[in-house]
Nanobody, 123 residues
Framework: QVQLVESGGGLVQAGGSLRLSCAAS????????MGWFRQAAGKEREFVAG???????TYYDSVKGRATISRDNAKNTVYLQLNSLKPEDTAVYYC?????????????????WGQGTQVTVSS
């Protein structure tokens, strides 16, 4: 069973950047597809970005051009670089392991959720 721990969140002004990290332990995840989600207060958890074990990346439309997902298998870590942050990016950001094959972007397609890291963007 893999455990995921997110870090790197914080308070940032609009237009700023953050780099989120997701460290995995318990087993190597080099053969797993990974994803980042976010959940704003009162809203459902939504897909932000995903990366396959081969490095293919997918992004939610609202973050395309502003987000970059990457992975370092040697460090068992997945990253999410967020640039040009907007107040509407404010949310708790989670990483997870893809459980269902394919390219689905529903939270039900993923598992082994971390505890999340808060990102707050002030205007």
């Amino acid at each position: 069973q893999v455990q995921l721990v997110e870090s790197g969140g914080g308070l940032v002004q609009a237009g700023g950047s953050l780099r989120l990290s997701c460290a995995a332990s318990g087993r190597t995840f080099s053969s797993d597809a990974m994803g980042w989600f976010r959940q704003a207060a009162g809203k459902e958890r939504e897909f932000v970005a995903g990366i396959s074990w081969t490095g293919v990346r997918t992004y939610y439309d609202s973050v395309k051009g502003r987000a970059t997902i990457s992975r370092d298998n040697a460090k068992n870590t997945v990253y999410l670089q967020l640039n040009s942050l907007k107040p509407e990016d404010t949310a708790v950001y989670y990483c997870a392991v893809r459980r269902r094959a394919g390219w689905g972007q529903n939270a039900a397609d993923f598992g082994s959720w971390g505890q999340g890291t808060q990102v707050t963007v002030s205007s």
